[in-house]
């Protein structure tokens, strides 16, 4: 095997958008055209039922909603793409920033009817931040929407990235004709059939159909033409290097429903898309995907996704050298070394042992507690610790104990492998040790409860405390008297000190009668 060459194929990103944007739908289509699946409706249970393989899609079932995130690699016109997808509930947008830091690109899908969404936006921000290129597909033009110009300029307003329409949609719902193509100087047709059978029919050097078809009769036609003519003229110019660092988005109108738009959307995002970047070390030195070296970083850990086997699979993207099934790593934060065997590949619909991997590629690893999130792997005696991954500041806050006091193990197991996993995050109050869970939204406490009765078999009490203010403050700094009712005192999983303030109010009092303490927030 030529590394180089194999690296160079990867095109491993994520999809992000908000709930019922059309993730899902266009994820089917993507393996539909890699030919991992043969008919739309097999990617979730949600669909159809096929691939609820394991209990904890359940909840995502019952609730309609996508709760983890899971990893599919398919083969596309020679390349190897690994799709990353992400919840997309706003309330598990913490798995959904670490699955970004696994990424190399984003896709991000947009309901034309709709626009920009609360948490399209949100989750751009993210991709954005990490300076990750950012591709847009308009979705469901089978349908009324909105006008593209409105949406192109709202995306480039709310969202500030520049735009670039790769391509143009000639009319919508009943009467879309199909894309005038900028980029391939083409069109797209819907109705192939009623231009002499052609899907595509390129256009002339000033960017006009010659011959007779009867797309030419459209209105729709003419006005995109126009259209086309003033995006050459006053729109951004089109910018591989800019779509790179992030700064420019090419945008696809489509529809993921029907498929339409889909292809072009996926030659064009191969062909720009990045290959596997070098990665940052804590040392801040750079890890390049072809350094001998196998390095890796776990960005999920996911418990129990088959109930017969109770297993635990940690994800693992790697950053650099080669993986074998059976070779040796260490774990960088606990020097521990491990063999790894039982490792697994993701694909569409089955897990297949994974043999040999590289940069870009995610492999999971069959876990017995050795991991935990944001853990580095690596083969050789150089030591690599990657950068850890973003917490975010929980807001929403509980207090957790069994049911049954009898049955205290299987609740210290649970939650154990629960907050390991990332799921939730747990404290304990100062003196006392009693169990705080902390949650950025209020679903992450449900799928925790769910999950523990469901795979631990252990029922807990939980009692709600409401928003809180979490700020950090280091050991030496810290006197126990500064606790009050207004600010539970409590330690962090790591021992260390953290308040809950009852609110802003409680925060300022305390900052005041403390000027020299310095308060810390997560994310
Ligand atoms: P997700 O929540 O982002 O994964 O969205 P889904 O893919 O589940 O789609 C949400 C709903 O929109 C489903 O009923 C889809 O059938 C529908 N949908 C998705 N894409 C299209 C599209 O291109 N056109 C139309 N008309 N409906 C679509």
Not at 301 to 311: E, F, G, L, S
């Amino acid at each position: 095997m030529n590394r180089a060459e194999e690296v160079k194929k990867r095109r491993t990103f994520a999809i992000i958008s908000h709930p019922d944007a059309g993730k899902t739908t266009i994820t089917e289509q993507l393996l539909l055209y890699s030919g991992a699946i043969r008919q739309a409706g097999t990617v979730k249970g949600k669909k159809s039922g096929h691939f609820a393989k394991s209990d904890w899609m359940k909840i995502e079932q019952q609730r309609g909603i996508s709760v983890t995130s899971s990893v599919m690699q398919v083969d596309y016109d020679g390349y190897q793409i690994n799709i990353v997808d992400t919840p997309g509930h706003e309330d598990f947008s913490e798995d959904t920033y670490r699955t970004l830091m696994a990424v190399d690109a984003a896709v991000m899908v947009v309901d034309s009817g709709k626009g920009i969404e609360a948490q399209t936006k949100r989750l751009f921000e993210v991709a954005s931040h990490r300076g990750i290129p950012i591709f847009t597909f308009m979705n469901k033009l089978d349908r009324d929407g909105r006008e593209p110009m409105e949406l192109i300029s709202e995306l480039e307003e709310v969202l500030g990235i520049d735009a670039y329409a790769m391509n143009w949609p000639m009319g919508m719902g009943k009467t879309y004709q199909g894309n005038y193509d900028l980029f391939n100087n083409r069109l797209e047709l819907t109705h192939p059939e009623a231009n002499g059978g052609n899907d595509f029919l390129p256009l002339n050097e000033a960017g006009e159909l010659e011959g007779n078809y009867e797309v030419k009769n459209s209105p729709w036609y003419e006005e995109a033409v126009e259209n086309a003519q003033l995006l050459n003229e006053a729109g951004n110019p089109f910018d591989a290097e800019a779509i790179q660092a992030g700064k420019l988005t090419p945008v696809f109108f489509g529809s993921a429903l029907t498929g339409f738009g889909v292809q072009t959307f996926l030659d064009a995002f191969v062909d720009f898309a990045p290959a596997p970047q070098a990665v940052e070390t804590v040392e801040e030195d750079l890890v390049n995907p072809l350094d001998e070296q196998l390095t890796g970083f776990i960005f999920k850990i996911q418990a129990n996704m088959d109930p017969r086997h109770r297993d635990r699979i940690a994800f693992v993207r790697i950053c650099s050298g080669e993986f074998h099934e059976g070779m040796d790593v260490t774990v960088a934060r606990t020097d521990k070394k491990l063999k790894l065997n039982n490792t697994t590949r993701f694909m569409a619909d089955t897990r297949e042992h994974a043999s040999l991997a590289v940069a870009g590629d995610i492999i999971g690893l069959y876990d017995t507690g050795n991991f935990q999130i944001g853990d580095s792997i690596y083969s050789g005696k150089h030591k690599v610790s990657f950068k850890p991954l973003p917490q975010f500041t929980p807001e929403l806050f509980m207090k957790v104990s069994p049911k049954n006091v009898m049955k205290q193990k299987s609740f210290h197991k649970g939650i154990k492998q629960l907050v390991e996993e990332g799921a939730i995050q747990l404290y304990k109050t100062w003196h006392t040790e009693e169990y705080i869970l902390g949650a950025v939204g209020q679903l992450q406490f449900e799928v925790f409860q769910y999950r523990l009765l469901n795979e631990y078999n252990s029922e807990v009490e939980m009692t709600p405390l409401g928003n809180k203010i979490a700020r950090w403050i280091s050991k030496d700094q810290l006197d126990p008297s500064m606790s009050s009712s207004r600010n539970l005192l409590c330690k962090d999983r790591f021992d260390q000190p953290v308040f809950l303030f009852e609110n802003q109010f409680a925060e300022n009092w305390f900052q005041q009668k403390y000027p020299d303490v310095q308060l810390e927030s997560l994310l």
